[in-house]
């Protein structure tokens, strides 16, 4: 029987690290109760000393949260550490996650301590971290450029302190496969009590490698892999969850290990986390882009239809992808909706969500002859992103003209009472947003604007990413229509509201570690 690999996924954690990422109390909560349908072992819900607000995150996370251990970040500090134990008493399972730097340039340069302070530092904060839960995991930061024989004095103290998990980061993704496996390697053959602890690995990807480093450290005995949804997090990211999983899933006969993943949830996941943070996935991102099964040349469209392994090497329908998209259209009822979205693994939505998503869905069929698979997930993502609504986009007019300047008329409503505005812009979204700046009174700066279409053709839905920052907080709306202008303006409102909400409901909802 093969070995299990821990799947650690760090997507609200790490992951939200990521520039212009940011996501709020309830999706934090809705990423991480889909983490659980993907069954991950281990969640790290947030760093809980960063701010009130990552806190309450991992707080209530651990609250609502069933089967995933739920896991706090802390330095070796005790007052890091005893946040996170009070952020993750309630948890069924918890997990303190405590880390200091041991490479010589962050010792000398950030820490400016001695290689014995470090030590002391680590043990310490292991033993504290013990005394709210058993389940303890320590990491010497950037690691790739620690000492190797240093390195493995390190671990042996917090293994000997405690800790039942040891982390080995790739901080800075500065390693290779090869440096890396053997590093994993090495900790195994000198680190006297390595056998009472897990080896975990955490790499990062600014050199492109970080999957490859993970998968080194799993075939060097590594038994817990660290990662994120798309590969999200700090600079260029970390190791991407998805690409793990089904290298092992797809090459167990190399690997011989186990996960526990629902692969079938693993399309659902992407691109739930894509619509919450407003960072898109690449169309030629292996697992999960658009084009991950498509196939273009004619040669390989001929082997697929004569047989699909000559050029697939997964089929589609199991990472949650269908190799036939269903159209829909105005003559499809309620019963051929809900199952549709049955056999995209939307199967725990309540009747007051498929309910608004066929009314939706009916709407569509009135702008769009034929309505995809695609436009169905952008249909329920757009839903579950909804907050409580200040101001609602009740008409836009928009002109574009080549000798003309583009303008806007746009009414909207705020908590039922109607304002009407016109303004000219560089083009018609410029101008509409510049009417809705006016009539909203917003001060937010627009961080980021983004639009991609869903499916193919002119009568596709386009769906809008906008990303606003205001006095520290950070929000992204979203909106889709067949109309561009239009699915701007939503978003843009949707963005509005959404900062709002955390500005009137908590201060610190949103913050980048």
């Not at 520039?19 to 999706?27: F, H, K, T, V």
């Not at 072992?41 to 809980?48: H, L, M, N, S, V």
């Not at 701010?51 to 707080?59: H, I, R, T, Y």
């Not at 011989?256 to 030629?284: F, P």
Request: charged letters at 25%; proline letters at 2%.
């Amino acid at each position: 029987m093969s070995d299990k690999v821990f799947i650690f996924d760090t997507t609200l954690r790490d992951g939200e690290q990521s520039p212009g990422a940011s996501l709020n109390i309830q999706e934090k909560l809705e990423i991480a109760l889909q983490l659980a349908r993907l069954n991950v072992d281990i969640i790290e819900a947030g760093f809980p000393i960063s701010s009130p607000g990552d806190f309450e995150a991992v707080k209530l996370i651990a609250e609502k949260v069933q089967g995933p251990v739920i896991c706090g970040l802390a330095r070796a500090k005790e007052i890091d550490v005893d946040r996170a134990g009070e952020a993750i008493k309630s948890a069924k399972r918890g997990r303190i996650h405590t880390f200091i730097a041991t490479s010589e340039i962050h010792r000398e340069k950030k820490l400016r301590m001695s290689k014995e302070e470090v030590i002391e530092m680590a043990v310490k904060s292991v033993k504290r971290a013990k005394n709210y839960t058993d389940d303890v995991e320590f990491s010497p930061e950037d690691a790739s450029r620690t000492d190797l024989d240093y390195m493995c004095d390190v671990v042996e103290a917090a293994i000997t302190a405690g800790a039942t998990t040891v982390n080995i980061p790739d901080t800075v993704g500065y390693t290779t496969p090869w440096e890396f496996g053997e590093r994993i390697k090495y900790i195994q053959t000198k680190v006297p009590n390595i056998k009472k602890a897990i080896i975990s690995v955490h790499c990062h990807n600014d050199l492109g490698m970080s999957v490859a480093n993970t998968l080194a450290g799993i075939v060097n005995g590594a038994r817990q892999a660290e990662c994120t949804i798309n590969g999200i997090g700090e600079r260029a990211g970390n190791a991407s969850l998805e690409e793990i999983v089904m290298n092992l899933v797809c090459r167990k006969n190399f690997y011989k290990v186990d996960t526990d993943i629902v692969t079938e949830q693993l399309y659902r996941t992407s691109r739930m986390v894509s619509n919450s943070t407003g960072l898109l996935v690449q169309s030629n991102k292996a697992i999960v882009g658009g084009n991950a099964f498509a196939h273009e040349a004619g040669i390989h469209q001929d082997g697929v239809l004569k047989e699909r392994t000559t050029y697939e090497i997964i089929q589609p329908e199991d990472v949650g992808w269908k190799g036939t998209s269903m159209v829909m259209g105005k003559h499809s009822g309620r019963h051929a909706f809900k199952e549709r979205l049955a056999a995209l693994n939307y199967k725990d939505l309540s009747e007051d969500q498929i309910n608004r998503g066929f009314e939706k869905f009916k709407l569509l069929c009135d702008k769009k002859k034929v309505v995809y698979d695609e436009d169905l997930v952008a249909i329920l993502e757009e839903d579950r992103m909804q907050i409580p609504e200040v101001f609602v986009l009740k008409s836009l007019r928009a002109l574009s003209d080549m000798t003309e300047k583009p303008s806007a008329t746009v009414e909207l409503t705020k908590n039922g009472k109607s304002l009407k505005g016109s303004a000219e812009g560089d083009g018609p979204v410029d101008a509409a947003y510049e009417v809705i700046r006016q009539l909203t009174e917003c001060e937010a700066t627009l961080i980021n604007y983004s639009i991609k279409a869903v499916t193919q053709g002119t009568d596709s839905q386009g769906v809008v990413n906008v990303t606003l920052g205001h006095k520290g907080n950070t929000v992204t709306g979203r909106g889709s229509n067949t109309d561009i202008v239009v699915a701007s303006a939503l978003a843009y409102i949707n963005a509005i509201n959404r900062l709002l909400y955390v500005e009137n409901n908590r201060k610190d909802a949103s913050h980048a570690v």
